[in-house]
């Protein structure tokens, strides 16, 4: 199937990150048409607002904006209907929203969603102890973490631990490997949230022999063998079901969408301790 093509600007005064993530989403709509994104954070100058303006001349296309200063929004949607193209505050919407409902006014504040708070602390803290109890650094304070992943090698334990301190959420992870005890210290854990993951079979293969290569290393190993995987699979999954701990089958899961689940689960758990 051809692909066609088009000019997406994104015009931000704080870092983009809202513009991007909504304007994927709606893109990932269309199966045979591709943006070609032009994004431009920061946007909090005359000077800059015009190099935009300029980039928008030369590459027409669908302009989508979160600019909080009425002014630049003003001039940014003028200029754009005066040559053609689409132009739409991603932010307003909302806004009217929420003062319809709260009766008064926004204060302009660009990028106020990341300002130095409690929760960009608390982030920060969850990356450091992500960070230090990663492939099985349990360091003596596991009690502590908010999500244990487990998982045979290969499972996406770390990028997943990785994105969900990203939301202040503290996760530990911890490979299984054949023939190796678990450690003791998850015995009689109560706060953590413990999760398995596991993938296909022709999932794992397909990765670790990718890892092997990268690595130019030999593939006559149990480490790539399907029996010996399929095995590791099958214990991984007796493990859990004792244990009582949930398992996400990640082969196809995106890491958002895994970690979308495991949040979702944190939740129930959470709701236990407040019950009793």
Request: overall charge negative; charged content about 20%; hydrophobic content about 40%.
């Amino acid at each position: 199937m051809a692909r066609n093509y088009f000019h997406l600007h994104l015009v931000s005064d704080a870092t983009g990150e809202t513009l991007i993530a909504v304007s994927r989403a709606a893109a990932a709509q269309y199966e045979a048409v591709s943006a070609i994104e032009h994004v431009y954070p920061l946007v909090r100058s005359e000077n800059q607002l015009s190099r935009v303006l300029a980039e928008i001349e030369t590459s027409p296309g669908v302009v989508l904006y979160t600019l909080v200063e009425p002014e630049w929004a003003e001039r940014l949607e003028s200029f754009c209907r005066d040559i053609g193209c689409p132009c739409l505050s991603v932010l307003q919407p909302v806004l009217s929203l929420f003062q319809s409902y709260l009766g008064q006014a926004s204060a302009p504040r660009p990028g106020a969603q990341h300002m130095l708070n409690a929760e960009y602390f608390r982030r920060i803290d969850a990356m450091n102890y992500t960070l230090m109890h990663d492939d099985g650094q349990l360091g003596g304070d596991i009690e502590n973490a908010d999500v244990v992943l487990i998982g045979i090698s290969r499972t996406s334990k770390t990028p997943t631990s990785i994105y969900l301190a990203n939301r202040g959420i503290k996760t530990a992870n911890i490979p299984l490997v054949p023939n190796v005890p678990l450690p003791a210290e998850l015995d009689g854990l109560k706060k953590p949230l413990i999760v398995g993951l596991v993938a296909s079979a022709e999932r794992i293969i397909q990765i670790r022999q990718n890892r092997l290569l990268s690595l130019k290393a030999d593939d006559e190993t149990p480490y790539v063998d399907p029996d010996a995987v399929a095995d590791e699979i099958t214990q991984s999954r007796r493990l859990c079901a004792r244990r009582g701990w949930p398992v996400i089958d990640v082969t196809r899961r995106s890491i958002e969408e895994t970690a979308a689940a495991i949040l979702d689960l944190l939740r129930d758990h959470r709701m236990k301790f407040i019950a009793t």
